[in-house]
């Protein structure tokens, strides 16, 4: 789905970078390795402007008009997901409508219908990621224009509709080598994996880490991520099937979690050394054994809870052995502009650098996005899911 390009530095010369060279020599590094690709980008600094690649400008309908999307009325299993008209109105000042081309579906979506995290009201539209066209512009915005493929990923939730309307700041520009579905599938999820191995936990060459649920949508990024950054990746998953996928992904060593005990495993690999950190997005079924895997001041990364809330942990079991408990959430980590293009803009050039390589592997009609989250919950999938709106052509 990513068109190829020649070299790094003719991808990131296009129409939605502005590059600024900065000093620096990488021509002793060995050409195309990974650290080769991160001295060239350390020469660069890349900023997303606001220009991203358009399509032609599509009719803007003037005042409210019905499109469908998915509302949930009350909490539960995916029966909850409604398929239903709403209405969208035009954008104010500092807005913008846009069309939606392809939605992201993640597990915290899950947690907001189930209602394990509380939405600001009922009833509501799910949905935290999507890439889609702009349609039209608030009074008095510049710097956007109808036309434009966007993408966004956060707060407020709405994305699970044919048409939205989002605050401008809050979009990024989608590279012209990306399509929309690509771009819907990575940005939330490669975001989370940037703020994973580059701020919770800097992840460099040396380092033992383990990722849990290794092939799933966000554990799948995190490997690619950190075997890139020269780490040694130790990766959980239900099936043989998975195991495969996590070791193209990057995974040295690959744990079926049903037919092993994780914790036994790890100490093997390790010679009982233990690993530096752990990703873990299961929660109650591994929590207390990710703890055990971990070495002295190792670093404990909670970033989900599909299997439950772990059990309290008291802080004399984390002084044993000196360890690190973290529960990021990326939205701290994005909260200003400039936050959100710099993290953005680090997703994208890894997606184009080869680095990151997002797998789309299960897409479903936006009317379905029940069927979605039921194969979701099962733990059937691997990679990512995408919801593709029933209008978009």
Same mark, same amino acid.
């Given at each position: 789905?990513?068109?190829?390009?020649?070299?790094?530095?003719?991808?990131?010369?296009?129409?939605?970078?502005?590059?600024?060279?900065?000093?620096?020599?990488?021509?002793?590094?060995?050409?195309?390795?990974?650290?080769?690709?991160?001295?060239?980008?350390?020469?660069?600094?890349?900023?997303?402007?606001?220009?991203?690649?358009?399509?032609?400008?599509?009719?803007?309908?003037?005042?409210?008009?019905?499109?469908?999307?998915?509302?949930?009325?009350?909490?539960?299993?995916?029966?909850?997901?409604?398929?239903?008209?709403?209405?969208?109105?035009?954008?104010?000042?500092?807005?913008?409508?846009?069309?939606?081309?392809?939605?992201?579906?993640?597990?915290?979506?899950?947690?907001?219908?189930?209602?394990?995290?509380?939405?600001?009201?009922?009833?509501?539209?799910?949905?935290?990621?999507?890439?889609?066209?702009?349609?039209?512009?608030?009074?008095?915005?510049?710097?956007?224009?109808?036309?434009?493929?966007?993408?966004?990923?956060?707060?407020?939730?709405?994305?699970?509709?044919?048409?939205?309307?989002?605050?401008?700041?809050?979009?990024?520009?989608?590279?012209?080598?990306?399509?929309?579905?690509?771009?819907?599938?990575?940005?939330?999820?490669?975001?989370?994996?940037?703020?994973?191995?580059?701020?919770?936990?800097?992840?460099?060459?040396?380092?033992?880490?383990?990722?849990?649920?290794?092939?799933?949508?966000?554990?799948?990024?995190?490997?690619?991520? =950190? &075997?890139? !950054?020269?780490?040694?990746?130790?990766?959980? $998953?239900?099936?043989?099937?998975?195991?495969? /996928? @996590?070791?193209?992904?990057?995974?040295?060593?690959?744990?079926?979690?049903?037919?092993?005990?994780?914790?036994?495993?790890?100490?093997?690999?390790?010679?009982?050394?233990?690993?530096?950190?752990?990703?873990?997005?299961?929660?109650?079924?591994?929590?207390?054994?990710?703890?055990?895997?971990?070495?002295?001041?190792?670093?404990?990364?909670?970033?989900?809870?599909?299997?439950?809330?772990?059990?309290?942990?008291?802080?004399?079991?984390?002084?044993?052995?000196?360890?690190?408990?973290?529960?990021?959430?990326?939205?701290?980590?994005?909260?200003?502009?400039?936050?959100?293009?710099?993290?953005?803009?680090?997703?994208? =050039? &890894?997606? !184009?650098?080869?680095?990151?390589?997002?797998? $789309?592997?299960?897409?479903?009609?936006?009317? /379905? @996005?029940?069927?979605?989250?039921?194969?979701?919950?099962?733990?059937?999938?691997?990679?990512?899911?995408?919801?593709?709106?029933?209008?978009?052509?």
């Amino acid at each position: 789905m990513i068109k190829q390009l020649g070299g790094l530095s003719s991808r990131l010369s296009s129409p939605v970078f502005q590059i600024r060279q900065l000093a620096g020599d990488s021509s002793s590094i060995p050409p195309n390795s990974y650290h080769h690709r991160i001295a060239a980008k350390k020469k660069i600094e890349v900023r997303l402007t606001l220009r991203a690649h358009s399509t032609s400008p599509e009719a803007v309908s003037s005042g409210s008009r019905m499109v469908k999307a998915i509302r949930v009325h009350e909490t539960g299993g995916p029966e909850v997901l409604k398929w239903e008209d709403i209405e969208v109105g035009e954008p104010k000042e500092g807005e913008i409508k846009v069309k939606n081309q392809a939605i992201g579906l993640n597990f915290i979506d899950v947690q907001f219908r189930r209602g394990s995290y509380k939405a600001v009201a009922l009833p509501f539209t799910p949905g935290m990621e999507a890439a889609g066209v702009v349609t039209a512009i608030g009074p008095g915005l510049t710097g956007r224009k109808v036309g434009d493929i966007v993408a966004y990923a956060g707060h407020p939730m709405g994305a699970y509709a044919e048409e939205q309307i989002l605050t401008a700041n809050k979009v990024v520009p989608v590279p012209p080598s990306i399509d929309s579905i690509t771009a819907a599938c990575v940005l939330l999820k490669g975001m989370t994996a940037h703020m994973l191995v580059r701020s919770c936990f800097k992840v460099e060459p040396g380092h033992t880490v383990l990722v849990h649920a290794a092939a799933g949508g966000v554990g799948s990024l995190v490997c690619q991520w =950190a &075997n890139a !950054l020269g780490a040694t990746v130790i990766g959980t $998953v239900s099936t043989k099937e998975k195991a495969a /996928q @996590a070791r193209e992904d990057g995974c040295h060593h690959t744990i079926l979690y049903k037919e092993e005990n994780f914790v036994s495993r790890v100490n093997e690999i390790t010679s009982g050394k233990g690993v530096d950190v752990v990703y873990d997005s299961v929660g109650k079924d591994t929590f207390q054994g990710s703890l055990e895997c971990l070495k002295v001041r190792g670093y404990m990364v909670c970033l989900g809870q599909a299997s439950g809330a772990p059990d309290p942990v008291p802080l004399p079991a984390l002084g044993a052995k000196s360890l690190f408990l973290t529960r990021p959430t990326l939205f701290h980590y994005i909260a200003t502009r400039d936050d959100l293009l710099e993290c953005a803009g680090e997703v994208f =050039a &890894n997606v !184009l650098s080869g680095v990151l390589r997002p797998r $789309v592997n299960h897409t479903f009609p936006l009317s /379905q @996005a029940a069927q979605a989250h039921a194969i979701l919950e099962s733990r059937q999938t691997s990679g990512s899911v995408v919801l593709i709106p029933d209008n978009k052509d």
